[in-house]
């Protein structure tokens, strides 16, 4: 194989335009440097973001688009400052993939919150080319921006805990919520919200499930092992419900009302939004004055805690659940979890997948 300094031509599968519809796409890999390490893509995750993206949802998308970004690969070539990986090594790589490294959240760590961050898929990197991501054939990334895989943990299984497990992992760390004994309440039943659930679960908390109706009760209780299935439309249940929860993990990634859940939510309880919503949410102000209740938002999670949630499902042997799909199912894939019609993340067979080179 060539040296790390030489332009790669690899094979995405990319949105043109807003339909939304992928297809095989040649494009050439950034330039690489000493930090950077090329990783060829076993699988990927696919993420209820990756809609919005691809179908310019929040206003700015940019075509061709590779999406992706719950990618687990092997490393191939290192360049001469990696430190921490080795060829042959299975790293994951999440939402972002750069970061200013000398700002406030940088400094602390917290460089999801950089306003200078780079996304995976969707952005520019800092060589004016456009970043691309998981659904190719293989990725450069900078080592900073990559974790090892725990060994003995199946990378289909990694994939979704890149975005999906660390979104839920990050609030609970950062709000002091990790303590067993809590009560916590999921909103929405998706990729995010049923790890959501395994996590805190994991964490000896007990979990409350909230839906709009009864149809996944049995998913909710018997699979997932949640300990209470809430009809947010049953305003007796409701009722009987109120003041008892430490925090609500909102997964929905649609508009939704917010009173009937901060009623939910005990004195100094948390409600953390955690989907993309691109409409106005609303609440009187009465509903979180009287309690002290807190609306809040997190936004995936850092380096630091993807390892250390990825350490934590290991130690406790959480795995999430998936459907294993090819490439070419890819856009049958994306109706389907439009259609939320997924138990509970699609993962992309990138490696078993065959790329036809197109432009």
């Given at each position: ?9 690899v ?13 095989p ?7 690489t440097?000493?930090?950077d ?18 179908k ?9 688009m590779v ?212 409409t ?45 799909v ?16 997924v ?17």
């Amino acid at each position: 194989m060539a040296s790390l300094e030489n332009e790669k031509t690899v094979v995405g599968w990319a949105a043109r335009d807003p339909s939304g519809v992928l297809s095989p796409y040649t494009y050439t890999l950034r330039n690489t440097g000493p930090e950077d390490v090329l990783i060829k893509v076993i699988c990927c995750g696919i993420c209820h973001t990756d809609l919005h993206q691809i179908k310019n949802d929040l206003g700015m998308s940019n075509y061709p688009m590779v999406p992706g970004h719950e990618v687990v690969g092997e490393v191939i070539e290192v360049g001469s400052a990696v430190t921490s990986y080795t060829v042959g090594d299975v790293v994951g790589v999440g939402v972002i993939v750069g970061s200013c490294r000398n700002c406030r959240p940088c400094n602390l760590d917290i460089e999801q919150y950089c306003n200078k961050k780079i996304w995976s898929y969707n952005d520019v990197y800092t060589d004016g080319r456009p970043t691309q991501g998981g659904f190719a054939e293989s990725m450069i990334v900078d080592q900073k921006f990559i974790v090892k895989i725990p060994e003995g943990m199946a990378p289909e299984q990694a994939a979704p805990l890149l975005c999906a497990g660390v979104t839920v992992y990050s609030p609970l760390s950062h709000f002091g919520l990790k303590q067993s004994g809590l009560r916590g309440g999921i909103l929405g039943l998706g990729g995010v919200g049923h790890m959501g659930v395994k996590i805190a679960k994991a964490m000896g908390h007990h979990v409350t499930v909230i839906s709009s109706s009864d149809k996944k009760r049995a998913e909710a209780l018997d699979h997932l092992g949640a300990d209470r299935y809430l009809i947010s439309s049953d305003a007796t249940q409701m009722q009987e419900a109120a003041d008892s929860l430490d925090y609500i993990i909102d997964t929905v990634p649609a508009f939704h009302p917010l009173e009937p859940y901060l009623s939910l939510l005990k004195l100094d309880g948390k409600l953390i939004l955690l989907g993309v919503i691109n409409t106005p949410l609303q609440f009187v102000t009465p509903m979180v004055m009287l309690g002290r209740k807190t609306i809040t938002g997190s936004f995936i999670g850092s380096m630091k805690e993807t390892r250390e949630m990825l350490d934590f499902c290991q130690e406790k042997k959480l795995t999430s659940t998936i459907e294993v799909v090819k490439m070419d199912y890819v856009n049958t894939a994306l109706e389907r979890l439009e259609k939320n019609d997924v138990r509970y993340r699609f993962v992309v067979d990138v490696a078993g997948s065959k790329f036809e080179q197109q432009h």
